[in-house]
């Protein structure tokens, strides 16, 4: 049986046609206060596997463990040359422990996608209801309601002929009515030459939540199972990217927070609140400086 990778990349790359997922580098308005968080300078939003569903409407790639983790990502450098090198700038860390602003790389590759830990929380696949039914027999015979278990798309009966190497064909009486917007029907998924209700196989297939990652395996008794395969959660990883940030402005320099970390401080703003107490301030010494020349004082 083949794996279910191949299906999964048809889905994801349905999902990104339909909704482009997008990030690019945008500096945001410089904060109008005495000293701010770091986060201020960020050039691209953060994400969790959380966020980047609702922002995007799809999962989450599955986090690489041979990468450092990285919650951001540059949809700039998805056209590059994936091999090439991506150029930023992050707080990062002198030799002597102190702040700055300095250069990091990576390839566009990398710079293109998120590699986020933990893993997805796949839904749970429950069928929807139908109104579809088999008519009775004259006579005044009750109408056979069809189990909705039993329907699935013909998108996704092709889903599951791919996966396991098999072919599709309709299935169910000729005689059923389908409710026109019920876009469903039955199919069964022949597999070397063995029939397999496709409503039922697809409730195997999301057995483990809907997109869910694994394979499928022919039983002794020859029906088809799934088994899901757990992705890496990349628990353990430390080595994290640092955030691309702009560069820091003529008044602004990085110091200690007291709340831990360090901060962005306004050296403007950090004299107009020393005039305002009333504090020598830097242009005080620079006036007695310049009166004291003046009379020649040393």
């Not at 496709?198 to 002794?220: D, I, N, Q």
């Not at 955030?243 to 007291?258: F, I, Q």
């Amino acid at each position: 049986m083949q794996a279910a990778s191949r299906s999964t990349i048809l889905i994801l790359a349905l999902m990104a046609t339909a909704l482009a997922q997008t990030s690019v580098p945008v500096t945001l308005p410089q904060p109008d206060k005495l000293s701010y968080a770091t986060s201020e300078l960020n050039l691209f939003t953060l994400y969790d596997r959380d966020g980047y569903r609702a922002a995007f409407g799809t999962t989450a790639p599955t986090c690489d463990p041979s990468k450092p983790l990285k919650n951001w990502f540059d949809s700039t450098m998805s056209a590059a040359d994936p091999d090439s090198l991506a150029l930023y700038k992050g707080v990062l860390t002198n030799k002597d422990g102190s702040p700055a602003v300095k250069q990091f790389w990576m390839t566009a590759a990398e710079a293109a996608v998120v590699n986020l830990p933990g893993r997805e929380a796949y839904p749970k696949y429950v069928p929807a209801p139908t109104k579809a039914y088999i008519p009775g027999a004259g006579g005044g015979q009750q109408n056979t309601a069809i189990s909705p278990a039993d329907l699935l798309t013909q998108v996704q009966a092709l889903m599951l002929a791919l996966e396991v190497t098999g072919t599709i064909q309709p299935a169910g009486f000729p005689e059923t009515v389908y409710p026109s917007d019920e876009n469903r029907r039955q199919y069964n998924i022949v597999v070397d030459g063995v029939p397999h209700n496709g409503g039922l196989l697809l409730m195997e297939r999301y057995s483990s939540g809907v997109g869910a990652p694994g394979h499928w395996v022919k039983t002794a008794d020859g029906e088809l199972s799934f088994v899901y395969d757990p992705p890496p959660d990349c628990a353990g990883i430390v080595n994290v990217r640092p955030t691309p940030v702009r560069d820091l402005l003529p008044n602004e320099v990085l110091k200690d927070s007291p709340f831990g970390g360090w901060a962005v401080y306004r050296t403007d703003k950090q004299q107009e609140q020393a005039e305002a107490g009333g504090q020598f301030t830097a242009a005080d010494r620079a006036l007695l400086q310049a009166i004291a020349k003046k009379l020649g004082v040393q």
